[in-house]
């Protein structure tokens, strides 16, 4: 069974940074499945925000490309969201997200971000 924590959300001033975690387990998952950051603000849709391939190939979407940085820590079972230059606009209920090539997907709680002054 995939199991993914997340943490580190917080409450940040506009232009702060934050640094998200999901924890993963079993330690197989990043060998497996490729894994994402998601977010859902009030009244939208959940979005993806930055994905990582089991080969290590990143994307991101536009608007925080350049301002966000995914990071993939094996030997940890971790992966980070480094979060810099943050909007109200990022305000929103981040998710970490397992997906395989057999379309079985996983999530996590959540862990809420506000930027706010």
């Known amino acids: 069974q995939v199991q993914l924590v997340e943490s580190g959300g917080a409450l940040v001033q506009p232009g702060g940074s934050l640094t998200l975690s999901c924890a993963v387990s079993?330690?197989?998952?990043?060998?497996?499945?490729?894994t994402a950051w998601y977010r859902q603000a009030p009244g939208k849709a959940r979005e993806l925000v930055a994905q990582?391939?089991?080969?290590?190939?990143?994307d991101y979407v536009d608007s925080v490309k350049g301002r966000f940085t995914l990071v993939r820590e094996s030997a940890k079972n971790t992966m980070y969201l480094h979060m810099n230059g943050l909007k109200p606009e990022d305000t929103a209920v981040y998710y970490c997200?397992?997906?395989?090539?057999?379309?079985?997907?996983?999530w996590g709680q959540g862990t809420q971000v506000t930027v706010s002054s």
């Open positions: 997200h397992a997906k395989n090539l057999g379309g079985f997907e996983y």
């Open positions: 079993p330690p197989s998952v990043f060998r497996i499945y490729t």
């Open positions: 990582i391939t089991v080969g290590g190939g990143i």
